[in-house]
């Protein structure tokens, strides 16, 4: 049996291959790819895939390491929760490509901050996510529609793929108070079309 270091080295280098064939099976081939270090973290690769045209930008490096709750006295470097987020926009109506460094940034929130990104969550990066984007934040959305779970052995937790959706400050400023199902509600009500990347804010009278 190895001991827990040997088998967190292993767990880190096995973990990430599967992760990106489980997304080339479901986006397909990327077209770009590009990567991001920050001081004290794990390298964050951010790949684009188009499929007619949408653009979706998924991250790879985040699953590497489980998401530990910030107020345990100790990461456990195995059990855990697992993710990595998945962005889809409209191409062509925007320079969405610049999104990399902002999903890079949230993908090495739970490392920087030891924050556990799930669904329902606000992720605010407190800029536009791309040059002039209405919106600063994103809604952590449920997975399972666009790619699904990745199975690790045990004891490993799987991979989930979480979509984001944008929010804009307003939406975002909403959905604190009546909550992520509500401000769901509204964009379904009113069909939004949240991969316009510079589509206006739902009314939310």
Do not use: C
């Not at 794990?42 to 790879?60: K, P, S």
């Not at 470097?77 to 998945?86: D, I, M, S």
């Not at 109506?93 to 902002?102: N, Y």
């Amino acid at each position: 049996m190895p001991g827990t270091d040997e088998f967190y080295a292993r767990d880190m280098a096995d973990v990430l291959p599967l992760v990106e064939a489980r997304l080339r099976t479901a986006l397909g081939e990327p077209d770009a790819r590009a990567a991001v270090t920050f001081l004290g973290t794990d390298r964050v690769e951010v790949l684009r895939f188009r499929e007619g045209d949408v653009i979706r930008y998924a991250t790879l490096g985040m699953s590497a390491q489980p998401m530990s709750d910030p107020t345990a006295m100790l990461a456990d470097p195995v059990k855990g929760p697992r993710a990595e987020l998945v962005l889809s926009v409209r191409g062509g109506l925007a320079d969405t490509d610049k999104v990399l460094r902002p999903l890079a940034v949230l993908a090495a929130s739970p490392q920087v901050e030891g924050v556990i990104v799930a669904p329902g969550a606000s992720l605010d990066v407190g800029e536009p996510l791309w040059p002039g984007a209405p919106f600063t934040s994103v809604l952590v959305a449920e997975p399972g529609g666009l790619v699904e779970d990745l199975e690790l052995d045990e004891p490993l937790d799987p991979v989930r793929f979480l979509p984001l959706l944008p929010m804009t400050p307003n939406e975002a400023a909403w959905k604190r108070v009546h909550g992520a199902q509500a401000l769901q509600e509204r964009w379904l009500t009113n069909g939004t079309d949240l991969r316009d990347p510079s589509r206006k804010s739902v009314p939310l009278d």
